[in-house]
């Protein structure tokens, strides 16, 4: 800037970037743990790592986007001060990680595993604007104050076309903002416990929650978006959940998978009876499961047991 007062002409094109059972109780029980959501995905290690994890991946790809957008505008507009491109995109890019927190509390509130819903969708709808107003008016004004300090002059954009031009590209950002919390989020997700560290199993069965002792556990059985638990007992509790992930925590305690929707705790086997064409039935007391031949480490297993 060499200390003189410089007219900045800048436009927004010069910035590159159900069961009926669950009934009332259930609804209920959804909003207020959303409510009272602390920032954790069920099923992770906790919330404040999976989104450290990933503000700290969107800033990799938002950095790195950012300088190839400055290199970029500097190669195809020579007569501009090459530091202007990048104050222009460092503080596009500030902006956004600091409005990322919008699409998190999003995820936090509505988390995938729990299935695709209007509630869901509408949430995502409404959230992406905001979303990209906060950036938008978070880099205008980190410009104004940046630009004033260093005693140039910055003039804003038409204010709706340059929201309309902004939000085209949001709508994107966005969508990859919530890809990266996806993927921390798998990547953080709760590690089974050893059997001896942990005997309890917690089924949240809407706003109830019961803790159960992995040796009571007959079987676990998929049931659409959800999971059934069945129990020495004869209770069959519900708990919205992948059969997959109930796997990941439940093989460790010695369960087995059986069939692709059957869990089977080997421990309360009582007979074991082939059907003739390679798959057999697994009776753990009075319920019986089918062993599917297409399981064959379950079958030699099961049948040395």
């Not at 957008?69 to 001060?81: E, K, L």
């Not at 990680?97 to 988390?111: E, Q, T």
């Not at 919390?181 to 809407?206: H, K, N, S, Y």
């Not at 080997?266 to 039935?281: E, H, I, K, Q, V």
Request: charged letters at 15%.
């Amino acid at each position: 800037m060499s200390g003189q007062r410089t007219k900045l002409a800048y436009s927004a094109a010069d910035a590159s970037p159900s069961k009926a059972r669950w009934g009332a109780l259930r609804l209920i029980g959804d909003v207020r743990q959303r409510l009272g959501a602390n920032g954790a995905f069920p099923g992770t290690s906790g919330g404040p790592n999976v989104f450290l994890l990933g503000i700290f991946g969107i800033a990799l790809i938002v950095g790195a986007v950012d300088i190839v957008n400055a290199i970029t505008i500097i190669h195809n507009r020579p007569q501009v001060n090459p530091l202007e491109p990048f104050i222009w995109e460092a503080t596009s890019g500030v902006a956004m990680l600091a409005a990322a927190w919008i699409p998190w509390k999003v995820l936090c509130w509505f988390p995938p595993a729990r299935g695709l819903s209007v509630a869901m969708v509408t949430a995502h709808l409404v959230a992406a604007p905001v979303f990209s107003l906060c950036h938008v008016g978070g880099f205008e004004l980190l410009r104004t104050a940046i630009l004033a300090a260093a005693g140039a002059h910055y003039t804003m954009g038409p204010p709706v076309p340059t929201f309309l031009y902004e939000f085209s590209k949001d709508i994107f950002a966005y969508a990859l903002i919530v890809s990266v919390f996806l993927v921390a989020e798998r990547l953080l997700r709760e590690r089974p416990q050893p059997a001896q560290a942990e005997t309890m199993f917690a089924i949240r069965d809407g706003a109830r929650l019961t803790r159960v002792a992995f040796e009571d556990i007959l079987a676990v059985n998929s049931a659409g978006n959800y999971v059934e638990f069945v129990l020495r007992d004869g209770r069959r509790l519900l708990m919205r959940s992948a059969l997959t992930q109930i796997e990941a925590q439940f093989t460790p305690r010695g369960f087995v998978r059986v069939h692709r929707s059957w869990l089977v705790n080997p421990a309360r086997m009582t007979g074991l009876s082939p059907n003739g064409s390679g798959d057999y039935t697994v009776a753990l007391g009075e319920l019986a499961v089918p062993l599917s031949r297409r399981f064959p480490e379950a079958v030699a297993r099961l049948r040395a047991h």
